[in-house]
């Protein structure tokens, strides 16, 4: 791997002066809207569970988690990012390192990023490369190193433009799945990243501790499917609050969310006994499916969602931000070295329903996953939500309208920005997307 | 004296096999134990395998396990292969031997593993046709319905016994003799090389390769012989077939939309079957298939995999997430 | 509540009783209250003899009386099913916004489209231009019509518009060509996002904008099949609301 060059390719060199006020007034505010967004939360939702407390205090991202970082890395231990879930969380377990998700979720620091790319460009992207430039995401600043996975041309643009300031691992994913090339590929990723992983913590992979990081992730899946069942039944917990716990497993210490998670779940189930709902179990059912959403700024959709007249309820999704994150486990058969390899690399690949890739077979998978989804989930609408800039994702629309129009489902395509001035308008077509459901519930 | 005694163990045997087979049948359907198949299926084949070696000295019992073999089959599927046949059970134990001394097994790539799968036709046909040619195999000892399997034109069908072979006889003539009870080994297909190579010298060294190869590859290659083994083509002349389409009752079914193609199934299996990752949904139409329900037990998304007997389920895919003990 | 207009609809006894219009500007809770007591006026009933109000449009929340909201999109699929019983596809183009609704025969809708973010396929895009064309808003639609032909215009933004006009002009082209012009590429515009939901007939046109003959004559054309027209299209939306509202007051509903 080349030496890091001292000048920058695309970073600019700022002013300190100016990258102190932006931090500063961006951290402040960000810092009033997560307040603001949980406050809203506990509003919708009385009886909001009280094991919810500590998500909201692991969602402050300038909070608690961020500190305990700190004081791990002071102990030596190293802190690896990564953009897509297709990077092997196991692999940075086993090494003893620390992951966590870096994709950014601030609107103002998009504004930045606009400096350095055209406003075109996704907005996770601009905003991410903003982030850096004044130094506002805790996570990305702690790092050590940034896993890229060069999904879409976004990403492989944002690594190179974030290997001015971070080491960047770049992670190739081909782009058809089901061949035996493709695989073939994707497995000399994992072994690379391995190596990788292996020379920055200086702590060898072995099997045994391989296998415990397998079965530590194997149990957040199981906590987390715990979870996501508990919503298919008659509203126990608000789709924000579920959101939360979900997007939180992405930069948490993943054993003390798994607890946490069995607990919430715990007091969810009493909930369910009691049959205390959270709103009214007529609420029409939405599923939200397209482009993430990351925390904080980026909770625009499923507030108006759930504060619309007539409110709404998410009862799951199919974003890589949420549901998507811990579903799948890694399957191993063996538990020797190469059994697990092998299990991680076709877990991440054939598993994910991300639209960047296309398959021999028909690439029926996310379909596949959002219909089961629906279905489960008695879900009476989908809210089709793309950041725009996102070809991927908007192309998709039209298969996706089509798989869910023979199940007489509604889908309506809602795209934006990382902005908050079409609040307004999304508004009224939310509102008007859910009178429609609720007028067909009636009949 | 010996005799007596090894007598008495392989009764306990049958009756604590089968005790703990129908606990575990029980935990199973009840609890939901789904992990437990492997170790189901480990029992019963203990308590076949016993029942079979008594039933090679009955040569009526030869005659069931014909039918078996070769009729059933075609309802079944290759259960018999999965649950019953005693050299499957042999592979299965090096398996677990292989585990537990933690070598990691290789894999055939496709194109070899399907060229095996054609190689069956090949085998059967040869064993079907020299009889015809070669004559019949002398053994003294044997008398009456035994005789008809072991020399002349009914000889083909002695060699698709041959998985049966226990590997110790009560009769002489096999691979090697114990001296202290006047027993001797045997290996599957071994007497049928002996039969048919009949060169002195040359016959032992070909036994001793084959019976090396056989157990080498079992060892590396997971249920290496079930790939091509003769025994159970009549299910795959079945599948070749639309109209009997209705004929295998216990077979695998695919939600289609439950599958996330994880590729779990196709991994775990130990013949390398990948029709059940390849097929889309529906009932799974495999001839290799042993019925061994691992791919079952070990996807991880309810209600994806399903074991149906005539129809109906029997056995399902559940959300495990912990991690397997087998 | 409307973005340039408020109006307002009584209905007694299942039919229109009065009707009336005021222009929001800076205080359209003024200017409804105004236009309610007028229409309480026209229909010679009192405040309290009204069972249920309903608001719908932009400026819903803004609206005073009101006991709840209506979508735009559920306000116009009761209103055009009202009008035009054989109505399934019912198009609002407003000052701002053009919205497209399928519905079933009870008025219920089944899905919609908004005309996102862009002015141009809406009515502020006619104002703009029959301002540079120095025309009264009201003529641009019957000098179309004298019209054989459409000029090219560059109509991708209001904003350009304008400038557009002048040079169209210097290249000698007559005014009712390029009042066509304008017309057909907003029916352009509508018709693609009819399109969107799919041709399901019959199409109702309703709105501000559906006064105007030129563009209903341009849609005509770009659509290929007829359109029906309600007599006071701009007062769908107030329709919509008064009906949900008689409905929802008979239901018993929230």
Known sequence: MKKQNAEKKYLPEMPQKEIDELNNSIRVSSEKIMADNIARMKKTDAKRPAAMQYFDEIANFFGQREKEIQAEKAKGKKVIGYFCIFAPIELILAADAIPVRVNSGWYD?????????????????????????????????????????????????????????????????????DSAQSLQLWKEEIKAIKTQIEKLTGNKITAKKLKAAIESMQKASKAFRRLQDLRKGNPVIMGRDAMLANQVAMYDNIERWTQKIEALCDELEKRRDQKAWACSPDTPRVVVTGTPMFWPDNWKLPTLVEEATPQGLLVGDELCSSDRILYDPVGIDEWTMDDMINGIAERYLMASTCPCFTSKDGNEDRVNWLITKVKETKASGVIYYVIRGCMLYAMEYARVKRALDKLNIPVYYLDTDYTREDVGQMKTRIEAFLEMLAARVDF | MYEALFGTILAWTTAVGLALAGILVILIWKKDRTR??????????????????????????????????????????????????????????????????????????????????????????????????????????????????????????????????????????????????????????ARDIMFYINIPFVTSVIVYVFIGLSLAGTFMYRRFWCRFCPTGISIAAVNKFKTFKWMPLLHINKTEEKCTKCGICKRVCPVQVVDVYEQKGGDIATSVCLNCMRCVEMCPYEGCLKMKLAGKTIFQSRNWLQPSEM | MGIQTVKIVILKDGAVAARAKEFSGFEPTKAAEQAFAEALKTAQISKQEVSQVLATGSGMDMAPYSNGTVSMMGADAKAGVFLFPSARTIVDVGAEEAIAVKCDERGIMLDFVVNERCAAGAGTFIEAMARALEVKLEDMGPLSLKAERASP???????????????LIHRQESKPEIARAVFDSMADRVSSMIHRLGINPDIALVGGVAKDVGFIESLKRKLGITILVPEYPEYSGALGAALTAASRAKGGQK
């Not at chain 1, 702690?142 to 300031?165: H, N, P, Q, R």
């Not at chain 2, 292969?81 to 134990?93: A, K, N, R, V």
């Open chain 1, 109 to 177: 620091s998009a504004k930045l990023g606009d400096r350095i790319v055209p406003v075109e460009v996704c907005p996770v992207i601009r905003s991410t490369i903003g982030a850096k430039m004044i130094g506002l995401s805790p996570y990305l600043e702690l790092s050590d190193a940034v896993i890229s996975t060069l999904t879409c041309d976004g990403m492989t643009k944002l690594s190179e433009i974030l290997s001015d300031a971070k080491p960047v691992w770049t992670m190739t994913p081909p782009r058809v799945k």
């Open chain 2, 36 to 189: 437990k198949v492997s170790y189901l299926r480990l029992f019963i084949q203990t308590v076949s395998l016993v029942g079979i070696f008594y039933s090679f000295t009955i040569a009526l019992w030869l005659s069931v396990f014909l039918i078996v073999i070769l009729v059933a089959t075609m309802f079944t599927g290759r259960f018999f292969c999965g649950w019953i046949c005693p050299f499957g059970f042999y592979m299965d134990l090096i398996a677990l031997l292989r585990k537990a001394l933690r070598v990691r097994y290789w894999t055939l790539p496709e194109s070899v593993n399907d060229a095996l799968q054609k190689l069956r036709y090949v085998i059967a046909a040869v064993i079907l046709v020299s009889p015809l040619f070669l004559g019949a195999l002398a053994i003294s000892d044997v008398s009456g319905t035994q005789a008809l399997y072991l020399r002349g034109p009914y000889k083909s069908l002695n060699i698709m016994l041959s998985p049966l072979e226990p590997l110790i006889v009560p009769w002489a003539g096999s691979v090697a003799t114990l001296s202290f009870i006047d027993w001797s080994f045997s290996y599957p297909y």
């Open chain 3, 153 to 167: 215009i560059n109509a991708s933004c209001v904003i350009f518009g304008e400038s557009d006009v002048v040079s």
